[in-house]
Nanobody, 124 residues
């Protein structure tokens, strides 16, 4: 079984910073990509940023220059440093991983996994 555990959300004033972390655990063979999506009330879930195992990054235009995604492959962990936060960044942030896992003796996947979500609220 694979689990993604997020941490680091909370309440912050506009212009402030937060750092999200997400650690993947379980019978993981390799992780192709990790990243973050978010969902604001009444809106669809949207991509924030993803990073592949070789460091390639994809991010939404609205966070470029403010958010930075990074990854520790040895720890199966992805980070999202969020600076200059705006009220429109308020959302539940979900960790994402596309990975290959072990089932008994065999490799399976890649499959997509999601964390439980962490609330980020930007408000004065």
């Amino acid at each position: 079984q694979v689990q993604l555990v997020e941490s680091g959300g909370g309440l912050v004033q506009p212009g402030g910073s937060l750092r999200l972390s997400c650690a993947a655990s379980g019978r993981i063979s390799s992780i192709n990509a990790m990243g973050w999506y978010r969902q604001a009330p009444g809106k669809q879930r949207e991509l924030v940023a993803t990073i592949t195992s070789d460091g390639s990054i994809n991010s939404v235009d609205s966070v470029k220059g403010r958010f930075a995604i990074s990854r520790d492959n040895a720890k199966n962990t992805v980070y999202l440093q969020m600076n200059s936060l705006k009220p429109e960044d308020t959302a539940v942030y979900y960790c994402y991983a596309r990975l290959i896992y072990y089932s008994l003796l065999y490799k399976r996947g890649p499959n997509d996994y999601w964390g439980q979500g962490t609330q980020v609220t930007v408000s004065s």
